[in-house]
């Protein structure tokens, strides 16, 4: 990574890994129309409670957006980044789009800019991105086949120039559009991050060429996000049972596609409106009608450059120090069998903090004897302690499968009644390490594994 790629990903949660557990992203939802069908995509279903890509609980106008951003901004410190992300296509919605930007360049300047596309509009669109200081672009491609096979079973249409395309004649249209875009970006500097739906039997043995390819025009970042497919959600694969990706494959795809390519594998799939940490979703708390009687001077008064600078600055140290911290036990050897698989707890600034009953989702690590390597997340549909409205409805059965493959749960603090429900599973419970560094703990929980695996056969 060149210096300044380094320094444009070092506060971006989406584009670096260590970033994400300590920095905020807003999605503001300014880009309702798309150019494209996708069968895993349907725009009309709204629920405050649904996370996946979107899905909105409202549509802003662009003065509107400014002045969510600015609120959240004044509260949330740690925002560093705001991407255009739907519910449609960000730049099938060029006017919205880029007034937004303009907003943002004016008023929040020390914001990241994002947007994210499906890139059938990319090309037309380079010197307004450069313009308007937009130096990370996501591209969701989830085939590079010029027969446009794969892609017709993905995209039934797309809609440029004033025509609608239909079957392989779109698919093939929306590669040349992707593929142009996505080279202009690499040219002008912009960091291009890349999004692949893993498609069960549709790309799973395709997408290992989709990330040779894509490295090989100097994309950033590859993101193999698993489809989320559920009758229920009305989307053409759901209603077809196509099925959600499962976690064994996804894994296996993403060690195939990671062999030359960097990965993202933190990517929550957030909604469209999403606010906050990736692991959080604050949406609900920054509805329009919260800041709606707050002018655009008094917003842009509470929102202080001076002091999120400040706070950013403490963040930085903090990381700087838990760096050390998992440095320093980083190089200790440790001599297991095979690796273990572990889930964490966490609600962010790199540590295990987060009681196991509150968790609505698992960090998922691997140590080896050579490193501690991040996985993926895992959700779950509800997490334990969900208040007296949810009594007789008891979701460890259900966690318990989630996590069917993990060896050990690292978290701040779990009941009895849990961790035994966990240990019918065989899943050990760690809580030794509550409000620890994650990398440096699971390196311990390891290296006692190890040795009780020792005395065990020594016994
Ligand atoms: S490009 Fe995005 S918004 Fe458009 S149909 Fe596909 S998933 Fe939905
Ligand atoms: S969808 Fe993925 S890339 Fe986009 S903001 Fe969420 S975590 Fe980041």
């Known amino acids: 990574m060149s210096c300044s790629?380094?320094?444009?990903?070092?506060?971006?949660?989406?584009?670096?890994?260590?970033?994400?557990?300590?920095?905020?992203?807003?999605?503001?939802?300014?880009?309702?129309?798309?150019?494209i069908q996708c069968n895993y995509c349907n725009r009309k279903y709204d629920c405050s409670n649904e996370s996946r890509p979107g899905v909105t609980s409202e549509r802003l106008t662009p003065k509107e957006a400014i002045k969510k951003v600015l609120h959240v901004g004044a509260n949330i410190p740690q925002l560093s980044v705001v991407g255009i992300a739907g519910p449609g296509d960000a730049l099938a919605n060029p006017k919205a789009t880029f007034e937004t930007f303009k907003y943002l360049n004016k008023y929040a300047?020390?914001?990241?800019?994002?947007?994210?596309?499906?890139?059938?509009?990319?090309?037309?669109?380079?010197?307004?991105?450069?313009?308007?200081n937009v130096h990370h672009v996501t591209v969701t491609i989830n085939s590079v086949?010029?027969?446009?096979?794969?892609?017709?079973?993905?995209?039934?249409?797309?809609?440029?120039?004033?025509?609608?395309?239909?079957?392989?004649?779109?698919?093939?249209?929306?590669?040349?559009?992707?593929?142009?875009?996505?080279k202009a970006c690499v040219e002008a500097g912009i960091l291009v991050k890349a999004n692949s739906v893993l498609i069960p039997g549709i790309n799973e043995e395709h997408l290992p060429e989709?990330?040779?390819k894509l490295k090989q025009m100097g994309v950033f970042?590859?993101?193999?996000?698993?489809?989320?497919?559920?009758?229920?959600?009305g989307t053409v694969f759901g209603l077809n049972g196509v099925p959600s990706t499962p976690n064994s494959m996804l894994t296996r795809v993403q060690k195939a596609c990671g062999i030359e390519t960097k990965l993202m594998k933190h990517c929550r799939q957030c909604r469209a409106d999403a606010v906050g940490l990736l692991g959080q979703?604050?949406?609900?708390?920054?509805?329009?009608?919260?800041?709606?009687?707050?002018?655009?001077?008094?917003?842009?008064?509470?929102?202080?450059?001076?002091?999120r600078k400040a706070k950013q600055e403490k963040i930085e140290a903090w990381r700087r120090a838990l760096a050390k911290a998992n440095e320093r036990i980083e190089s200790e050897k440790l001599s297991l069998q095979k690796s273990l698989r572990i889930a964490v707890t966490s609600v962010g600034n790199g540590l295990i903090n987060q009681h196991f009953g509150n968790a609505k989702e698992f960090l998922i690590y691997e140590v080896s004897?050579?490193?501690?390597?991040?996985?993926?997340?895992?959700?779950?549909?509800?997490?334990?302690?969900?208040?007296?409205?949810?009594?007789?409805?008891?979701?460890?059965?259900?966690?318990?499968?989630?996590?069917?493959?993990?060896?050990?749960?690292?978290?701040?603090?779990?009941?009895?009644?849990?961790?035994?429900?966990?240990a019918k599973h065989n899943i050990l419970i760690n809580e030794e390490f509550a409000y620890q560094p994650i990398v440096a703990s699971l390196k311990e929980i390891a290296k006692k594994h190890a040795q009780s695996k020792l005395v065990q056969k020594a016994g």
């Open 5 to 35: 790629q380094e320094s444009l990903v070092q506060k971006h949660p989406c584009y670096n890994e260590d970033a994400h557990h300590h920095y905020a992203r807003i999605h503001v939802a300014v880009a309702p129309a798309c150019n």
């Open 109 to 132: 300047p020390d914001l990241t800019l994002c947007l994210s596309t499906n890139g059938l509009a990319l090309i037309d669109h380079i010197e307004a991105i450069k313009a308007c």
């Open 281 to 307: 979703d604050r949406s609900q708390e920054f509805l329009k009608s919260k800041q709606e009687d707050l002018s655009l001077d008094e917003l842009a008064k509470a929102y202080d450059l001076p002091s």
């Open 145 to 182: 086949d010029q027969s446009g096979e794969i892609g017709s079973k993905i995209y039934p249409w797309i809609y440029t120039k004033g025509k609608r395309y239909r079957g392989k004649e779109a698919a093939k249209i929306l590669l040349k559009r992707q593929l142009e875009g996505i």
């Open 221 to 233: 970042l590859h993101n193999i996000m698993p489809l989320i497919s559920k009758p229920e959600y």
């Open 210 to 212: 989709v990330s040779k």
């Open 369 to 422: 004897n050579e490193k501690v390597e991040f996985l993926h997340h895992r959700k779950v549909e509800q997490h334990l302690c969900t208040g007296a409205d949810a009594c007789g409805t008891n979701p460890i059965e259900e966690i318990a499968k989630t996590l069917d493959d993990v060896d050990y749960i690292a978290t701040a603090k779990i009941g009895p009644c849990p961790k035994e429900a966990l």
